[in-house]
């Protein structure tokens, strides 16, 4: 096996059209601090848990009833529900590149062999139509037949690429096959209501080297914005079939429809060059970032459809906030920050991880968010211990399982997967784009990383290996750090952002040399854009790529009564005794008293404010609320 290949989760097959080429899941290990001890939980806490839950779901029996005629349940869940399983096999075939696993291996075997029993001679593979309860891509706007071959394709890839184990492969590309059969070469018209197929494909043209899985991929994004989906039940802006992809200006319709489109896109433009492709990807990424997107980097502000709002509908307490859109953020601001080298993609990256995709999970890594608040105006339940799944919205804490399953098992695959996006090389030397304990190893060049970032902003590079020849080593300098240092073999450097964000240091480097790149973190008191009516007159408070919150456990304060005074300096500091140790800010507020409101909604202008009292406010990183039971919570706080 050419151990090269164990890319994740877009390895394009030339570079081409590439700025950066990703680097080999194999020589870039994360090795220790906060996302270290994730993968860990992953495999030990997360992953059982998912397959635990595709037992007591019923999705492995929907695929067993249609094998075995001693199984006699009948076929649960949702059309979709297959997708769940790949899922979680994709996120073990990820894991396995950390390592093997027995358990893992036995599920991976006794999931092959299952669906080699259930597929039909000519690949096609779908629990829901194959049970009886629907005719082959007869209602292809709500069948989600293609997404689940989508993920059935990606699982495999990642267990081939891990493990040189292609026998899930075998029975995805037995699936695509029928799919280029079925659809290719325009002999449909139509496509999925739901995009996954397109980057599925291209990944799958990339490991074969067969060109009619990339000519799919290609045409099924092409049909799309002619109206070919239907209206469904919210119109077909939903499926973003109003306009076609590369007339298209700003991200609309359901979220992760949409963002999962747009990786597809971005990954036909990987393999083609077609330059209308990336253009189009960039202005709806610029127009998500600017318009659309929260502090949290969480996206998609309307329960209804799942969807993004219009321009700066950014209600903190109102928001959807799908942790899969989250996740489908960042996979596309991956695929742009290969086509670019553009920082800012990666500053993206980094903001949502450490906000929206960890305050998904909790603390245990068995309980999750669907949906992510940026306020809570009142405590809610707690989610029931070993009960029925929830649908979506996000409980008093995290859930064990959602009735539509898709973020557990998101989560699970991109954690175990995380290694892919720290690095990347070009002809000229080696970017680093997220700062983590790590060894990164990229041709003749090996380095090792030693940080506890974000709780401190020193990131130390040691050269563990290199040419003889001079090459450039590439740090990302956050947008939001002001005054970086830079110590280079022991001498001090000025540090100058290249015009994508980079400090570069180019040099015939020796064994042992190392790079200090100090990246100060104060804490910051951020304000939203003016045209974001539902926070307007209040600030957040962060530090270095951390959006941090107030939360009230047990009604104490009132978070509706609190200000922060204008002026005030936020101030940080360790709590070792919070969460097993963390950085918390505190900063001065007010706590309005409303008592002279009584009875009243609203007042003229020049009526007497309301009075209040000094209180001290400690704001706790937005990815650690909700462990400590049913809670308030507000990111956004009003100006005194």
Not at 355 to 383: C, E, H, I, K, W
Request: charged letters at 25%; hydrophobic letters at 40%; one cysteine or more.
């Amino acid at each position: 096996m050419n151990t090269e290949e164990i890319v994740a989760p877009c390895s394009p097959r030339t570079g081409a059209h590439l700025t950066l080429r990703p680097l080999s899941m194999e020589h870039v290990r994360i090795t220790d601090g906060y996302w270290a001890r994730w993968q860990r939980d992953n495999r030990t806490v997360t992953a059982p848990h998912a397959m635990r839950w595709l037992e007591k779901d019923g999705v492995l029996d929907n695929f067993r009833r249609l094998a075995d005629p001693a199984v006699t349940a009948e076929r649960r869940g949702w059309v979709f529900c297959d997708s769940d399983l790949y899922k979680v096999l994709e996120g073990i075939g990820w894991d396995l590149s950390h390592g093997p696993s027995e358990e893992f291996g036995r599920f991976v075997a006794d999931s092959v062999a299952l669906l080699e029993r259930v597929r039909e001679d000519d690949g096609y593979l779908n629990t829901f139509v194959q049970a009886g309860l629907k005719e082959r891509y007869a209602d292809l706007t709500r069948g989600h037949e293609l997404y689940c071959a989508g993920h059935l394709i990606q699982a495999g890839i990642a267990l081939a690429r891990t493990t040189g184990d292609e026998s899930l492969l075998a029975v995805g590309r037995r699936f695509a096959d029928h799919l280029v059969a079925e659809f290719g070469d325009g002999r449909r018209g139509d496509t999925d209501g739901h995009p996954e197929i397109e980057t599925a494909l291209v990944e799958l043209y990339r490991h074969t080297g067969e060109r009619a899985y990339l000519d799919l991929a290609r045409q099924l994004i092409d049909v799309r914005g002619h109206g070919v989906i239907g209206p469904g039940l919210f119109g077909p802006a939903y499926f973003q079939d109003t306009v076609p992809v590369r007339d298209q200006d700003t991200v609309v319709g359901h979220a992760v429809r949409a963002l999962y489109l747009l990786c597809g896109v971005m990954d036909v433009y990987l393999e083609t060059g077609e330059d209308a492709l990336l253009r189009a990807a960039r202005r709806q990424w610029r127009s998500m970032v600017g318009e659309k997107t929260y502090l949290t980097g969480a996206v998609g502000s309307r329960f209804e459809g799942e969807a993004f709002g219009d321009r700066f509908e950014l209600p903190p307490d109102l928001i959807y906030g799908e942790t899969c859109a989250s996740i489908a953020s960042l996979m596309l601001s991956w695929r742009l920050l290969l086509a670019t080298g553009d920082g800012a993609h990666a500053d993206l990256i980094e903001r949502i991880l450490y906000n929206a995709f960890s305050g998904s999970t909790s603390l245990g890594r068995d309980g999750f968010f669907y949906v992510n608040p940026l306020q809570r105006r009142s405590p809610r339940p707690p989610a029931p211990a070993g009960g029925k799944p929830l649908r979506t919205d996000a409980p008093g804490t995290r859930a064990e399982w959602y009735d539509v399953a898709c973020c557990p098992p998101n989560i699970l695959r991109t954690v175990a997967s995380l290694g892919g996006y720290l690095a990347t090389s070009d002809d000229h030397g080696v970017q680093l784009h997220l700062y983590m304990p790590s060894s990164v190893r990229a041709g003749e060049v090996a380095l090792s990383v030693a940080t506890r970032y974000p709780e401190d902003g020193v990131v130390r590079v040691t050269v563990e290996r290199s040419p003889a020849s001079p090459w450039a080593l590439s740090l990302r300098v956050p947008a939001w750090c002001r005054r970086p240092s830079l110590i280079v073999a022991g001498e001090s450097v000025p540090v100058e952002r290249d015009e994508r964000g980079y400090a570069v240091v180019e040099r015939v480097w020796a064994e042992g040399d190392v790079v200090v790149l100090d990246l100060p973190m104060p804490a910051r008191l951020t304000v939203p854009h003016p045209a974001v009516d539902a926070v307007r007159g209040q600030v957040a408070i962060e530090r270095g790529p951390v959006v941090h919150c107030l939360e009230s456990v047990g009604g104490e304060p009132d978070l509706d009564a609190v200000e922060v005074v204008a002026g005030a300096e936020p101030r940080v500091e360790w709590d070792a005794d919070l969460f097993g140790g963390t950085t918390v800010v505190r900063v001065e507020g007010r706590l309005r008293d409303d008592s002279g409101w009584a009875g009243d909604g609203w007042r003229e202008v020049g009526t007497p404010a309301s009075s209040g009292r000094p209180i001290e406010l400690t704001a706790i990183p937005y990815r650690l609320w909700a462990n400590r039971g049913s809670s308030t919570m507000r990111t956004w706080i009003p100006v005194a």
